[in-house]
């Protein structure tokens, strides 16, 4: 069965300094795996994928995210936060085929000014 | 930018009676997702359409849920009657295709049940 995990509820960081919000993966086959971005009262903002190629993915509003196969993991990642990035991440999975896709439980990124 | 589209974006209602949710997908989109998301918790996918069949409904408690999609492009979701653990946000997604395809959401719409 595919699961994703999201470790931090919450993840804290100063304006400027670089940001990390993890994800862990377990999928049968080919993992096809998204970040998405939530503002309250709002629906889900694609950032970014990863199918296949470059294990180095670059998304909307300098969001980057590293697949690595060995450990499972899709980090997603940016250089240098902003306040405005303040919002609840979701991390998710596909296996293809009809597309399911399995969701975290989110991670609340606070950046503080 | 094209958007997914939802109605009505709030609604409060008593126990027992029926709601309905509306979503109009991006065009030419033929896979459409309906999902529920439970406060503090990530959407979890209720129904998938491609175009106007169900291709994954398992999740659906068809006993008081029903969805439909009869023209392969807006979609209704139903809740007859609703209880109040259904209180929740309903969201809407597209997607151009089935596969690795991106799925693009609506606003939603957030439901309380008193």
């Known amino acids: 069965a595919q699961s994703v995990a999201q470790p931090e509820d919450q993840v804290n960081v100063a304006e400027g300094n670089p940001l990390t919000v993890k994800c862990t993966y377990s999928?049968?086959?080919?993992?096809?795996l998204f970040w998405y971005v939530q503002y309250p009262n709002r629906g889900l903002q694609f950032l970014l994928k990863y199918i296949t190629g470059d294990n180095l993915v670059k998304g909307s509003y300098g969001f980057e995210a590293e697949f690595n196969k060995s450990q499972t993991s899709f980090h997603l990642k940016k250089p240098s936060a902003l306040v405005s990035d303040s919002a609840l991440y979701f991390c998710?999975?596909?296996?293809?085929?009809?597309?399911?896709?399995?969701f975290g439980a989110g991670t609340r990124l606070a950046v503080h000014p | 930018e094209a958007e997914v589209a939802q109605s009505p974006r709030y609604k409060i209602t008593e126990k027992s009676q029926a709601v309905a949710f509306w979503c109009d997908p991006i065009s030419g989109h033929a896979t459409l997702y309906w999902y529920r998301q439970i406060l503090g918790q990530g959407p979890e996918l209720l129904v998938q359409?491609?175009?106007?069949?169900?291709?994954?409904d398992s999740q659906l408690p068809k006993d008081r849920f029903s969805a439909e999609r009869l023209k392969g492009v807006d979609s209704t979701l139903k809740i007859q009657p609703a209880e109040l653990g259904d209180s929740a946000m309903y969201l809407c997604a597209s997607s151009v295709d089935t596969y690795e395809e991106t799925q693009y959401f609506g606003p939603g719409t957030r439901l309380l049940v008193l």
């Open positions: 359409f491609q175009d106007e069949s169900v291709v994954d």
């Open positions: 998710a999975v596909s296996s293809g085929g009809y597309n399911k896709l399995i």
């Open positions: 999928v049968s086959g080919n993992p096809y």
